[in-house]
């Protein structure tokens, strides 16, 4: 960077040859014809290439009218927002990454125009562009109101007038049935009997958690975290606060209860240090390969000879050269967790058990559906850790026999 590194370069006009110009660490470089749309986008990118390392901040962003701030420019200045904002533990966020696939189109289309120029008939040339990828209604209602989010921080910090942040709130999300985009079909819960045959084709730490995941309803992010020390074993009904969860921001805590079936499903788990977790992924590779199937080299009658085994020696070498293979993890995360689930379902189909698909996000549906349908609305509220009871009801499916004893008795 020129001077220093608080200094952003500007966007300058080289009068001699009427083209732009900036100057970055004492380089004079042309970016094309002055005020260009491709000038513009030069410059941004040349800007965004060098201030990576040094930091970028909204009061570096010029904001005069000669030179009003671009989409570019307020997108770069909002990452590197984002990327201490949207923090956890020292650790990004997954809101990071679906703000950079929110912004990605904004760029795409907008990139080199004046963030002030962008009203809402821009915002619903980026929605379209959304839908004819291919992206559902509800994907795509969720980028827009992250787009919005963005230009309201820019508001905040006076890189562009309140009335664009004001115009684009008048785009409301998409409705079902008014739009071309594609509806995906709801959550549904998984019945007992898909969950049960796949038990004996996953290994044990892994059949706990479908277990306990089925019996509490919890996140699966919540599950894969569950530490001994986490856990309140006094009282006949165990009590699990989860360290880390979805609400955790809003000062929120998440406490669990666990009745006796579940104390006996993690009862074989409790054989540990008080900090570790309870479901080990090196746990369940051991099983694995303590449990794996013999193969043809137990039939094998003619004797293996020693070019044989320097190549398979050579082969492995290759291999391992080729992807070093990762050691397992103490703890599985809610994506592995799932892969697991999916390699069950896998190997019960290869030993002729067909299960239909099903994902652990349904589990908790279960569990919300039949508490509600027991116990209620607020039950099944308080059971799943919901703020909000319309939360809960998209959880729990309605329980319909109630509106059927209405209809025997009155209708």
Request: charged share 30%; net charge positive; hydrophobic share 35%.
């Amino acid at each position: 960077m020129s001077k220093s590194s608080s200094h952003v370069p500007a966007y300058r006009l080289h009068k001699p040859s009427g083209q732009a110009r900036v100057i970055i660490n004492r380089e004079h470089i042309y970016l094309g014809k002055y005020r260009s749309a491709e000038s513009r986008e030069k410059y941004a990118r040349l800007i965004a290439e060098s201030t990576s390392a040094n930091g970028y901040s909204p009061d570096k962003v010029a904001t005069s009218d000669l030179h009003p701030v671009s989409i570019n420019e307020l997108i770069l200045a909002y990452w590197q927002f984002a990327k201490t904002y949207y923090t956890k533990d020292g650790e990004p966020t997954k809101e990071l990454a679906c703000m950079r696939e929110a912004l990605l189109p904004v760029r795409r289309l907008y990139g080199h125009i004046a963030a002030k120029e962008f009203g809402p008939k821009a915002l619903k040339a980026v929605r379209q562009l959304m839908v004819d990828l291919g992206l559902c209604r509800g994907v795509v209602n969720h980028r827009i109101s992250r787009i919005k989010r963005v230009f309201k921080w820019a508001v905040a910090e006076e890189l562009i007038p309140p009335s664009v942040h004001h115009g684009l709130q008048a785009i409301t999300g998409l409705r079902y049935g008014r739009t071309e985009a594609r509806e995906t079909e709801p959550i549904k819960p998984v019945p007992s009997e898909d969950v049960d045959m796949v038990l004996p084709f996953v290994a044990p730490p892994v059949a706990a958690m479908i277990q306990l995941q089925w019996l509490t309803g919890m996140r699966s992010c919540e599950l894969v975290i569950m530490r001994l020390c986490d856990v309140d074993l006094t009282g006949d009904v165990w009590i699990y606060e989860a360290y880390d969860h979805k609400n955790r921001w809003r000062g929120h805590r998440k406490l669990i209860s666990i009745g006796p079936k579940g104390q006996a499903i993690i009862s074989p788990f409790l054989d540990r240090d008080d900090d570790a977790f309870l479901f080990s992924p090196r746990e369940a590779e051991a099983w694995r390969l303590a449990n794996r199937p013999v193969y043809y080299k137990a039939k094998r009658k003619t004797p293996v000879y020693p070019s044989e085994l320097r190549a398979r020696e050579k082969a492995k070498q290759a291999r391992r050269r080729r992807k070093p293979k990762r050691p397992k993890r103490d703890h599985y995360d809610a994506d592995s967790y799932r892969r697991a689930i999916v390699y069950g379902l896998k190997k019960a189909r290869k030993s002729g058990v067909e299960i239909p698909h099903w994902h652990p996000h349904q589990l908790r549906h279960s569990r919300g559906t039949e508490i509600r349908k027991k116990y209620g609305i607020e039950a099944a509220q308080v059971a799943l850790g919901h703020a909000h009871a319309d939360v809960t009801q998209v959880y729990a499916e309605k329980n319909m026999e109630l509106a059927r004893r209405i209809a025997r008795e009155m209708g």
